[in-house]
């Protein structure tokens, strides 16, 4: 079957440190996978986007990993700060074009 | 306005009553999304607007789920004879082009929500 998998346990780091945060898929193969963040009683927002032909994307200081072998994407966030913490959603589009998202892992940065 | 509104932000019904979710996408954005988000979970589609047209309704769950787009933009979802289970959060998006180019342009802009809660 067809599944997209986050750590549904909260990732809690020290202000300052890299969070990484974890989205392993399979039976799909995505043109592209998308990450958002998603803040309590609000919609998610998109932060970033990278294609199957793409290793590594980066933007300020976020950083995003899609290994199509592994089937697997990483999201950094480095010199991570209290206001980063909220709910990050992976989502890739599947053969018929939906965005098919996993459930989200809780980020958590203690100050 | 400048983003994807929807409204009610809560509705709080009894189990059998019909509720109508608005959303009002961003102006001219063709594509329009519709999500269910129960507590913990990820998002579940329900449905898909190009223009007024559903191309894709696969993800509504029953018969008593329906929605329609007029105009080009404003949508409604209808949920007919409500259950306990219809409690969730019902997410809204709208993307100037249709999901599937990869590009910047179908990026998905999401509204706040419609907090549903069956009684």
């Given amino acids: 079957s067809q599944k997209i998998e986050q750590n549904s346990e909260a990732l809690n780091i020290q202000e300052g440190k890299t969070a990484t945060l974890t989205c392993n898929y399979t039976n799909y193969s995505p043109a592209y996978l998308q990450w958002y963040r998603q803040d309590p009683g609000r919609g998610p927002v998109f932060l970033l986007l990278i294609r ?3 290793k590594e994307k980066r933007k300020e200081r976020l950083k995003v990993t899609f290994d199509t072998t592994l089937k697997q994407s990483l999201f950094h966030i480095t010199a991570s700060q209290p206001a980063d913490s909220a709910t990050y959603l992976c989502a890739l589009v599947d053969s018929s074009y939906k965005l098919i998202f996993g459930s989200g892992t809780r980020l958590l940065v203690r100050p | 306005g400048a983003g994807v509104s929807q409204s009610p932000s809560n509705k709080v019904t009894e189990k059998g009553k019909d509720v ?8 001219g954005h063709t594509a329009l ?15 898909y607007f190009q223009g007024n047209s559903a191309p894709d309704k696969s993800g509504l769950p029953s018969d008593r789920f329906s929605a329609e787009r007029t105009g080009g933009s404003v949508s409604t979802l209808t949920i007919q004879r409500t259950q306990q289970e219809d409690s969730a959060v019902y997410l809204c998006a709208s993307s100037l082009v249709r999901q599937g180019s990869g590009g910047a342009s179908d990026t998905q802009y999401f509204g706040p929500g419609t907090r549903l809660t069956v009684l």
């Fill in chain 1, 52 to 54: 199957e032909n793409e």
């Fill in chain 2, 33 to 47: 999304y519709w999500y269910r988000q129960s507590l913990g979970q990820g998002l579940e589609f329900l449905i």
């Fill in chain 2, 20 to 27: 109508e979710l608005r959303c009002d996408p961003i102006s």
